[in-house]
C-alpha cells in the first residue's frame, strides 16, 4: 500500500491560484506516475493531469484544464504538486491524486493502484 496523502485545497475566488501537494507520509513515490482526478458534486470522476516517475519527463493534461495547471515533482521531498491558475467555478470539486504501476501517463482511473482520500477545493464566484 501507498498511504496518499493530497492537501493544499481550499476556499478561493474566480481567478485566484492554488497549489496542490500530494505526498505518502513519508514514503518514496518518486519511481510512480502520478495522477490527479478530481470529482465534482454529481458528476463522474475525471482525469486531470499525470506526470511520470524520476524525472517528471512526461505529462498529460485535460483539455479543460491543460492552459491553467501544471503537474510538477521534487523528488528530494517525495511529493507531487497540482499547480493551478485561474480558477474557476467549475473547478470546484474533492482532487484526488493516485499512484499508477508501471511506466508511462494514463488518463484511465482503473490504470491507477493506489489513491488519496481526496482534498476539497471551492471556487466562488
Known amino acids: 500500500q501507498v498511504p496518499l496523502v493530497e492537501s493544499g485545497g481550499g476556499l478561493v475566488q474566480t481567478g485566484d491560484s492554488l497549489r496542490l501537494s500530494c505526498d505518502a507520509s513519508?514514503?518514496?513515490?518518486?519511481?510512480?506516475?502520478i495522477g490527479w482526478f478530481r470529482r465534482a458534486p454529481g458528476k463522474e470522476r475525471e482525469f486531470i493531469a499525470a506526470?511520470?516517475?524520476?524525472?517528471?519527463?512526461?505529462?498529460l493534461y485535460a483539455d479543460s484544464v491543460k492552459d491553467r495547471f501544471t503537474a510538477s515533482r521534487d523528488n528530494a521531498k517525495n511529493t507531487v504538486y497540482l499547480q493551478m491558475t485561474n480558477l474557476k467555478p467549475e473547478d470546484t470539486a474533492i482532487y484526488y491524486c493516485?499512484?499508477?504501476?508501471?511506466?508511462?501517463?494514463?488518463?484511465?482511473?482503473?490504470?491507477?493502484?493506489?489513491w488519496g482520500q481526496g482534498t476539497q477545493v471551492t471556487v466562488s464566484s
Open positions: 493516485s499512484a499508477k504501476i508501471g511506466a508511462g501517463t494514463s488518463r484511465w482511473a482503473e490504470d491507477y493502484a493506489y
Open positions: 513519508g514514503r518514496t513515490i518518486n519511481h510512480y506516475t
Open positions: 506526470i511520470t516517475g524520476w524525472t517528471g519527463g512526461s505529462k
